[in-house]
């Protein structure tokens, strides 16, 4: 009466040493879900889930590996395994978001069934936390990178109106100053000297041409006017056929739907840039043929650009044409990517997506 009772306490003890809590699955359950609610940062969470395991089970090794771009790597541990862990699945309605590593304790060569029993439990409750951290770190991620998109625009903007300053105050603004000044002279020297007067206004008809020429060059760099006289399509037609015309010995084919329905202005803009760079491309650096320029319309506005060129050097750095290219594509949320084609060459995509109601209203078009 006095032994057994002794016994079976000083077995818990013991037990509880050994073996942690696991012979009280509600009090492991409990302390995990306190380490949970007083992880108040999204980085702290993985850390406290291994560090609850490993204290409330005794375990020397605790980890939890989660897969980053198609490899296994380890977010959070505790202790150091002296042999391969075993892993325990950690999922998410049905979805695999890591795994839980654990080490048997020193002196056994395996999980015990106990404990293995345990631990799948404890995998089944870390898994929406491990699921929330993931979704935590991609949401800021994505925050990070609207960030950098709003910099750079905002970046990109003020540049641009700078430029637009610079060449309006220092082009134009002189220009018409001086032709003010001519005229008026012209004006005076009319009854009393015509020829002198007709000198004036012949030198000031030459600074209204040069006006002309520079308020165009300011009004193809902030839309071609191409694309409002001839429409995305013909625009690119007619940028192909300069090419032709300059002597560069290699063709260009358009193969796109002669009737493109109305589209966002700067996705026309966009698609016009880069389909200009990446020729440019092609003529300096190709040494290619013939290149072909397909342009489709289906869940987005898809520009594929292949040349039959020397491909791509093993030893390429993206330069600044290739930059611009992405940067124009992610700015209106699409992408482009410059690989080389699996026939020789270089092959440029472009994807930007398009509102909804443009997609429905050109499905019947193609």
């Given at each position: 009466?006095l032994?057994?009772?002794?016994?079976?306490r000083?077995?818990?003890?013991?037990?509880?040493?050994?073996?942690?809590?696991?012979?009280d699955?509600?009090?492991?359950?409990a302390?995990?879900?306190?380490?949970?609610?007083?992880?108040f940062?999204?980085?702290?969470v993985?850390?406290?889930?291994?560090?609850?395991?490993?204290?409330?089970?005794?375990?020397?090794?605790v980890?939890?590996?989660?897969?980053?771009?198609?490899n296994?790597?380890i977010?959070?541990?505790?202790?150091?395994?002296?042999?391969?862990?075993?892993?325990?699945?950690?999922?998410?309605?049905?979805?695999?978001?890591?795994?839980?590593?654990?080490?048997?304790?020193?002196g056994?060569?395996?999980i015990?069934?106990?404990d293995?029993s345990?631990?799948?439990?404890?995998?089944?409750?870390a898994?929406?936390a491990?699921?929330g951290v993931?979704l935590?770190?991609?949401?800021?991620?994505?925050?990070?990178?609207?960030q950098r998109s709003?910099?750079?625009?905002?970046?990109?903007?003020?540049?641009e109106?700078?430029?637009l300053?610079r060449?309006?105050?220092?082009?134009?603004?002189?220009?018409?100053?001086?032709?003010?000044?001519?005229?008026t002279?012209?004006?005076?020297l009319?009854?009393?000297?015509?020829?002198?007067?007709?000198?004036?206004?012949?030198?000031?008809?030459?600074h209204?041409?040069?006006?002309?020429t520079?308020?165009?060059r300011?009004?193809?760099?902030?839309?071609?006017?191409?694309?409002?006289?001839l429409?995305?399509?013909?625009?690119?037609?007619?940028q192909?056929?300069?090419?032709?015309?300059?002597?560069?010995?290699?063709?260009?084919?358009?193969?796109?739907?002669?009737?493109?329905?109305?589209?966002p202005?700067?996705?026309e803009v966009?698609?016009?840039?880069?389909?200009?760079?990446?020729l440019t491309n092609?003529?300096?650096?190709?040494?290619?043929?013939?290149?072909?320029?397909t342009?489709?319309?289906?869940?987005?506005?898809?520009?594929?650009i292949?040349?039959?060129?020397k491909?791509?050097?093993p030893d390429?750095q993206a330069?600044?044409?290739f930059?611009?290219?992405?940067e124009?594509?992610?700015?209106?949320?699409g992408?482009?990517?410059?690989?080389?084609?699996?026939?020789?060459?270089?092959?440029?995509?472009?994807h930007?997506?398009?509102?909804?109601?443009?997609?429905?209203?050109?499905?019947g078009?193609f």
């Open positions: 009466v032994v057994q009772p002794l016994r079976n000083l077995q818990r003890t013991i037990n509880q040493l050994l073996y942690g809590a696991r012979d699955p509600y009090r492991v359950l302390r995990l879900g306190g380490r949970l609610e007083g992880a940062e999204p980085s702290s993985l850390p406290a889930i291994v560090q609850a395991v490993s204290e409330s089970l005794r375990l020397p090794y980890a939890i590996a989660l897969e980053q771009s198609g296994i790597e977010a959070a541990a505790s202790g150091v395994s002296a042999m391969e862990p075993t892993r325990f699945p950690l999922n998410y309605q049905g979805n695999l978001v890591g795994h839980l590593l654990v080490s048997p304790r020193r056994e060569s395996d015990a069934p106990v293995r345990l631990l799948v439990d404890l995998a089944q409750q898994g929406a491990v699921h993931r935590m770190a991609d949401l800021q991620h994505l925050t990070a990178d609207l709003r910099e750079r625009l905002v970046t990109t903007r003020e540049e109106r700078r430029r300053r060449d309006l105050h220092d082009g134009l603004g002189p220009q018409l100053a001086s032709q003010t000044l001519t005229l002279a012209a004006r005076q009319l009854r009393t000297d015509p020829d002198a007067a007709d000198s004036l206004l012949s030198e000031a008809t030459k209204a041409q040069t006006a002309i520079d308020i165009r300011l009004v193809y760099d902030l839309r071609p006017p191409a694309l409002d006289d429409g995305l399509v013909g625009a690119l037609r007619a192909t056929t300069q090419y032709g015309a300059s002597g560069v010995h290699f063709t260009v084919n358009v193969d796109a739907p002669e009737l493109l329905p109305s589209l202005a700067a996705v966009a698609c016009y840039r880069i389909a200009q760079e990446a092609v003529v300096r650096h190709a040494n290619a043929r013939h290149c072909v320029i342009l489709t319309l289906q869940d987005g506005l898809r520009l594929e292949v040349d039959d060129g491909g791509l050097p390429r330069g600044v044409g930059a611009s290219m992405r124009r594509a992610e700015e209106l949320g992408t482009c990517v410059v690989e080389t084609n699996e026939g020789g060459g270089v092959r440029v995509i472009m930007l997506p398009i509102a909804a109601e443009l997609s429905r209203e050109t499905e078009v």
